[in-house]
């Protein structure tokens, strides 16, 4: 990744030798007392530091933790507490053959709400492979949403109006379903030809 124009060698020499924060302060100086074999009052002039608190610096590096100067990546959680709850729940429903969507929904009845591609990645990483796709008759019947069908309007007609094509909101506002109470479509050849 290239951010423009590349630095000189003094600017790069000066990012070591002039440290502009507080903790690359205390790793240069550092650095070079332990490594590079400076004096403690040659690092201490070098990177600002008086030579009683260069000391109680190096007194704290060599008795606690080490300091953190790099940043490190902090992770997120390596755990996801709903799925692991339910993954013992998740293993047993599959070993009795449900699918991922009922090993869902069976869950939800539960009180764990977890979708079906949690279930699945639990499912993954225990080793199941997907089920086979079932045929209609071996699933287990579940309610469906029923939903009536209202009558479209012909477009010929519509258009003789100048209307659009709609569906039937109410039978008033079609001029070809006026009166009528039908809800379920007509067939292709009682609307009138086109002109």
Same mark, same amino acid.
Not at 40 to 49: D, I, K, L, N, V
Not at 144 to 163: D, I, K, Q, V
């Given at each position: 990744? $290239? ?11 000066? %990012?070591? $030798? ?51 100067? %790099? ?19 998740? &293993? ?7 699918? &991922? ?20 990645? &639990? ?16 699933? &287990?019947?579940?309610? $469906? ?43 292709? $050849? ?6």
């Amino acid at each position: 990744m $290239h951010d423009g124009e590349p630095k000189g060698l003094t600017d790069c020499r000066r %990012f070591f $030798h002039e440290p502009s924060s507080p903790r690359q302060r205390q790793y240069e100086a550092l650095r070079a007392y332990f490594i590079d074999e400076c004096t403690s009052e040659e690092a201490a002039r070098q990177f600002g530091y008086s030579p009683g608190a260069f000391r109680v610096l190096c007194h704290q590096f060599r008795r606690s933790a080490l300091p953190e100067f %790099f940043a490190t990546a902090k992770t997120g959680p390596q755990t996801q507490p709903k799925k692991s709850r339910a993954r013992e729940r998740i &293993v047993a429903l599959r070993k009795r053959n449900y699918s &991922v969507y009922e090993i869902s929904a069976a869950l939800r009845e539960e009180g764990v709400d977890l979708s079906a591609t949690a279930v699945r990645e &639990v499912l993954n990483a225990e080793g199941f492979a997907p089920l086979p796709r079932r045929l209609d008759e071996e699933r &287990v019947p579940q309610p $469906h949403p029923t939903t009536e069908r209202l009558p479209m309007c012909a477009p010929s007609s519509c258009r003789r109006n100048g209307l659009p094509p709609t569906w039937a909101a109410s039978s008033s506002s079609c001029p070809i379903w006026s009166g009528s109470r039908s809800t379920t479509l007509p067939s292709r $050849h009682s609307f009138p030809a086109r002109a």
